[in-house]
């Protein structure tokens, strides 16, 4: 197969006719024929003339999408071949890396979160301390576990996709960030309350913060799930 250096598959960026070429693995596609790369981009994303390894880690599909379009060459290595190389974790965060943290530890605030929400309405609706009660600890220990999980996919995601910034990684972060203030509020305003079971505003406001949570915490599941399983 022919050896294809960097500065060649730049050159393949799809534009002013030139043809659309990306490499994945080392081997390198021309995917000029697909609609999907009109002008050199996918998505208006990602584009041709790179190496896209890490990208496609993390798109809604695997590298076999690739195989309909003609393989034009390899990519040759230059120099210690490793300009597109993920980053190499250290013995520790191998040790981490392999215990799988982030499928482990994400589901806690999931399941927390929906279980502190159903039990805080319920408890306020029916103003029933206990189940209100229940329903503020589930979403404070939910919010502990927050942390923990957002760092172990944070990790996960710079040495496991190279730190690939694909829309599925963009949303998950701004959900992250969302589900923190979100959570850090009703915990603060739940905190401040005179009476918990009192039908006033601020319960009303704090109950309203903890219904957010759930989907918020469910939609990081899914794209979580769309990254493991792409297919």
């Known amino acids: 197969m022919k050896p294809i250096t ?3 598959l730049e050159k393949g ?11 994945v693995d080392g081997r390198i596609y021309d995917v000029s024929s697909s609609g999907m790369w009109t002008g050199g981009k996918h998505m208006n994303v990602h584009g041709a003339g790179r190496d896209l390894s890490a990208e496609i880690k993390a798109a809604p599909h695997g590298p076999d999408v690739l195989e309909r379009f003609e393989q034009v060459g390899e990519m040759k290595q230059e120099g210690d071949g490793a300009a597109d190389a993920y980053p190499k974790p250290g013995k520790l965060v191998s040790m981490i890396l392999a215990r799988h943290p982030h499928p482990v530890s994400v589901h806690f605030p999931i399941a927390l979160s929906l279980a502190g929400a159903l039990f805080a309405v319920l408890g306020v609706v029916l103003s ?4 209100e009660a229940a329903g503020f600890y589930n979403l404070v220990f939910g919010a502990v576990m927050s942390p923990p999980a957002i760092g172990a996919g944070l990790l996960s ?3 496991n996709y190279g730190g690939a910034w694909t829309p599925i990684f963009r949303k998950k972060i701004v959900l992250s960030v969302l589900y923190l203030i979100v959570a850090g509020s009703a915990i603060a305003i739940r905190l401040a309350l005179p009476e918990a079971g009192d039908a006033i505003p601020w ?3 704090y109950v309203a913060l903890a219904a957010v949570l759930p989907p918020v915490a469910v939609s ?6 769309k990254i493991t399983f792409p297919s």
């Open 6 to 8: 960097r500065e060649e």
């Open 13 to 23: 960026d799809g534009e002013q006719d030139r043809p659309a070429l990306v490499s």
């Open 128 to 131: 029933n301390e206990t189940l």
């Open 157 to 159: 995601w710079w040495y």
């Open 203 to 205: 319960n009303w406001v």
């Open 220 to 225: 990081l599941g899914f794209l979580g799930g």
